[in-house]
């Protein structure tokens, strides 16, 4: 077995082990107003109904569109939009249309009125469905009501931050089906 020589690491940098992936970009409509932001924290809290949290912080532009409409799309980028997804995350969109600026595509979606971003492989429509943590942890609990994905490529080449600048993006597939139980699939 593998063993590793540690040392003491910053618990402030635990993050970089832990950030889920795949970063998302966050489109969002508010009072005539659109906007997008980058987003790694975001986990997956049931299946049926669809539930998702994300923590979109206070001093995000986005926080207003979401909190004031109540909806927004969790749009995910393949490698190609990296350097995208990168700059997206700062900028404020309380300055510049991130959709102009970026040459993203709004497309309409079918159950809000936040956009769906086309040249995303998938993009979740989302209502939100429970803000109490909002507050307290900028802690927004939402439930995919529509989803859009192709059939085709399976497995995207979704894009996953290590912290201070650096991505990585989701490679080689293993099958392991088979240790599986068939409900926990
Ligand atoms: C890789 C990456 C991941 C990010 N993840 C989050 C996140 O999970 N939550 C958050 O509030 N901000 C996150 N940000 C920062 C926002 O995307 C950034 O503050 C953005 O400029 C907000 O845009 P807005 O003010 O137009 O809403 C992330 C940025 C990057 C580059």
Do not use: Q
């Not at 539930?51 to 926080?63: A, K, P, Q, R, T």
């Not at 979401?66 to 969790?74: A, K």
């Amino acid at each position: 077995m593998k063993s590793y020589k540690k040392r003491d690491f910053p618990v402030s940098d635990i993050r970089r082990f832990l950030e889920p992936g795949p970063i998302v970009l966050v489109s969002s409509a508010h009072k005539g107003e659109r906007n997008i932001m980058t987003m790694g924290w975001h986990t997956v809290m049931e299946f049926t109904p669809s539930l998702v949290g994300c923590m979109i912080s206070g001093g995000n532009h986005s926080f207003e569109l979401v909190s004031g409409s109540r909806e927004c799309v969790i749009n995910v980028p393949e490698a190609h939009l990296a350097a995208t997804v990168a700059k997206i995350g700062n900028c404020s969109g309380a300055d510049t249309d991130k959709f102009a600026r970026f040459k993203l595509t709004a497309l309409e979606a079918d159950e809000v009125r936040a956009p769906l971003i086309a040249e995303c492989y998938a993009n979740l429509e989302c209502k939100l469905v429970d803000g109490r943590l909002r507050d307290d942890f900028n802690f927004f609990v939402f439930e995919v009501v529509k989803a859009h994905a192709p059939a085709s490529p399976k497995y995207p080449k979704t894009i996953h931050y290590r912290g201070d600048g650096m991505f990585m993006v989701s490679g080689r597939s293993l099958n392991l089906r088979r240790h599986f139980r068939p409900g926990m699939l």
